[in-house]
């Protein structure tokens, strides 16, 4: 940790960060999906084409930060070596973006989107063990409430869905996409403890992922030419949208608050793609998804009040 540690943001703004992330990662699902019809592809290969793409457009709109990442590496006490942490994200997200995408191959997307949620236990339990960060019984209630509104958007979303041939591999590579996810975020986190700014720890970050991501789609015999205008339209705004809005926004929350409560609040994220869905294609969800965002809504309302209630209590003794 540095002596010269940035002031705490007044709740307000991590909220409304935090909700500027969500809404830019909701529309993830509407652009990929727009991005499959223009190109007529769906397959692994594609899917991972988006994903480096994605991450090399937001590398390259963090540019500028490579100017800074040396003044916060010097900034920091020596030994901390916060760029690690940053590269180490780098790696997780990387292995996030493989192995959830090459889930959906091989099982329902009902078992791979159940699945690749839970990492706000994954969270909580590391937050616990890294950082003495025991969450308290509230929050757990929270978290078990979110879940299992997951639980029922995810089971709505892959009713008319088979099972593909190899589900325990699926299942555990959504799994390993889960644990990745968790901690990309924790690696973020200590990473800007230790001195990083939230840019330069993005954009090592965001290079880190795409360098190792890139050669991916051309091992499977796909390529990042001859696509019509359409899709290199949707690949810049998932780009610009999802990830360097999105992600960066949850990057920098999860400086000053609980990592738990902010991949609590990711977990909404198909309620905002839901309604996205509605205006763009003009398709409604059911009503088992519409119950399951109103359980997750509800189980992060109570984290989040839980989050409060102990700040409150601990400012006061």
Not at 76 to 99: K, M, N, T, V
Not at 119 to 129: E, F, G, K, Q
């Amino acid at each position: 940790m540095t002596s010269a540690s940035p002031p705490q943001p007044a709740p307000w703004k991590v909220a409304l960060v935090l909700f500027i992330g969500i809404l830019s990662v909701s529309t993830a699902a509407i652009f990929i999906r727009l991005a499959f019809q223009a190109s007529g592809q769906t397959g692994i290969g594609f899917s991972l084409v988006l994903s480096a793409s994605r991450l090399s457009i937001a590398a390259f709109l963090f540019l500028p930060a490579w100017r800074n990442v040396g003044k916060s590496i010097n900034r920091a006490e020596q030994g901390d070596r916060p760029w690690l942490f940053s590269l180490g994200a780098g790696l997780f997200l990387a292995i996030h973006f493989a192995c959830w995408i090459t889930s959906l191959s091989y099982t329902s997307i009902a078992a791979s989107t159940a699945l690749v949620t839970t990492n706000p236990v994954w969270t909580a339990l590391l937050s616990w063990l890294w950082w003495g960060e025991r969450p308290t019984r509230t929050m757990t209630i929270g978290i078990a409430i979110a879940l299992l509104g997951s639980l029922l958007v995810s089971l709505a979303d892959g009713a008319s869905t088979t099972m593909a041939s190899q589900p325990l591999l699926g299942n555990s590579l959504a799994l390993v996409g889960s644990w990745a996810a968790t901690l990309y975020l924790l690696l973020g986190r200590e990473a800007q403890r230790r001195g990083l700014e939230i840019g330069s720890h993005v954009v090592l970050t965001y290079t880190a992922a795409a360098v190792l991501l890139l050669p991916l789609p051309l091992l499977l015999g796909m390529s990042y030419g001859g696509y019509s205008p359409t899709v290199y339209l949707c690949i810049l705004l998932i780009g610009i949208f999802p990830q360097t809005i999105g992600h960066t926004s949850f990057n920098w929350a999860v400086r000053w608050i609980s990592p738990t409560l902010v991949t609590l609040t990711i977990l909404a994220e198909p309620v905002g793609s839901s309604v996205l869905g509605i205006l763009v294609f003009r398709e409604n969800p059911g009503v088992q998804v519409w119950l399951g965002a109103a359980v997750i809504l509800v189980g992060v309302a109570i984290a989040i009040l839980s989050q409060r209630s102990s700040q409150t209590s601990s400012t006061s003794s």
